[in-house]
């Protein structure tokens, strides 16, 4: 008699190694309560701009309705090249330095699966986006983490990524401003990671989907400092600044060479992003600045009062200085992250992450995350306080 069928003997093991995010299994708790207020998922509340939607529908109209070039249209890849140049400093052949993708989420992906070799070792810094240690792992390389520090704005240092380097280290992933913490990096800063890449010969992923959404000094990419375009590999999107998550539109920028081995595992996985979702992206890069200023603008006015308010309660919170996203201590009250943020659900109805879904590194802070309308950011803020104030006696 045969055994009994089991499916999850067929599952492979890197993937069962994986644990699920952090954030979504959190917010399963979420579903079905009432009355909650979310500062969990980091999700604009603003609509996409009309006419970003108009582009959408008017593409839909023309029967704009097919396959693209697996690099993605030429005339979005056009402007994003000017916008780059204009914007950053940096420049890219439209024709074959620039892939749009599915969202960063898959750019991330792509990327890793292009330069990895199995047992290679992967840099990044945490607390960090949920995604970039599994999707390390998924592509068989080994995730290597470099802690950062409150006291330092959440920035990494050199020195702290050089003291993780080892022979088998092959790339170096960046995100800046970050998710969850907000930090940002000077360009002196950026100098001393550069010269670390250039002497390490590393390559570096610079993952900047948050730099339009900078409220204080210059946004200053990696890929702009001297000697390092060769060496980068720029991602970048349409979801955070101009609003349009549900649109799924990203893109990668680096050599030929890179983005040539990327594009393979697109065209054979994804083979091209949304024709509909391309057309409203355009729509959104050529004249959407004003939108994506107002925007960050009203995240500004939000950021400040969350800020005050969690450090009014005594939760230690520094000013981001770029996203949408607050990370306050809060090792005070003696809980744990988790049990922190599972508390704060159940007896005030407010769901905030749990700095732990970011890493090791995130433990004992909270992912306060302030796309959410300001009123319902006052009600959480009132309920939070009166949280704190009764663990504390």
């Known amino acids: 008699m045969s055994a009994p069928f089991c499916s999850s003997e067929f599952v492979a093991d890197h993937v069962r190694a994986i644990p699920r995010s952090g954030i979504r299994e959190f917010f399963d708790i979420v579903q079905g309560l009432p009355d909650v207020v979310s500062l969990g998922v980091g999700e604009p509340d603003f609509v996409t701009p009309w006419h970003i939607r108009e582009a959408a529908i008017y593409a839909l109209e023309r029967g704009r309705?097919?396959?693209?070039?697996?690099?993605?249209?030429?005339?979005?890849?056009?402007?994003?090249?000017?916008?780059?140049?204009a914007r950053f400093g940096v420049r890219y052949d439209p024709r074959r330095e620039i892939l749009i993708t599915v969202g960063v989420s898959e750019a991330l992906d792509i990327a890793l699966r292009a330069l990895i070799n199995p047992g290679d070792e992967i840099v990044y810094h945490e607390p960090c986006y949920v995604s970039y240690s599994p999707s390390i792992a998924l592509a068989y390389g080994i995730p290597v983490a470099v802690s950062c520090r409150a006291e330092d704005g959440f920035a990494v240092k050199a020195a702290a990524i050089e003291r993780a380097l080892t022979p088998r280290s092959k790339v170096l992933v960046l995100n800046f401003p970050t998710n969850p913490t907000g930090g940002t990096m000077t360009r002196a800063e950026l100098d001393g990671i550069a010269d670390l890449a250039r002497r390490h010969n590393l390559l570096v992923i610079t993952d900047e989907i948050y730099s339009e959404l900078t409220f204080e000094g210059e946004h200053v990419s990696i890929a702009a400092l001297p000697g390092m375009a060769e060496r980068t590999i720029f991602l970048h999107g349409f979801s955070k600044a101009y609003a349009m998550t549900g649109f799924r539109i990203g893109y990668a920028c680096g050599p030929v060479e890179l983005i040539e081995a990327m594009m393979k595992i697109h065209q054979y996985s994804m083979l091209c992003a949304s024709i509909v979702s391309q057309e409203a992206a355009l729509e959104a890069i050529r004249y959407g600045e004003a939108d994506a200023v107002e925007m960050r603008e009203e995240y500004r006015v939000r950021r400040n009062l969350i800020v005050n308010a969690l450090n009014a309660m005594g939760l230690t919170c520094h000013l981001p200085r770029g996203s949408f996203y607050a990370f306050p201590c809060i090792r005070s009250t003696g809980l744990s992250s988790k049990d922190f943020a599972v508390r704060l659900l159940e007896n005030e109805k407010?769901?905030?992450?749990?700095?732990?879904?970011?890493?090791?590194?995130?433990?004992?802070?909270?992912?306060?995350?302030?796309?959410?309308?300001?009123?319902?950011?006052?009600?959480?803020?009132?309920?939070?306080?009166?949280?704190?104030?009764?663990?504390?006696?």
């Open 350 to 393: 407010v769901a905030c992450v749990p700095g732990s879904a970011f890493g090791p590194s995130g433990e004992g802070y909270l992912r306060c995350c302030f796309a959410t309308a300001l009123d319902r950011i006052e009600v959480a803020m009132e309920r939070m306080a009166r949280f704190v104030k009764e663990l504390h006696g």
């Open 65 to 85: 309705t097919t396959y693209t070039s697996n690099l993605g249209l030429p005339r979005l890849r056009d402007a994003i090249a000017i916008s780059l140049d």
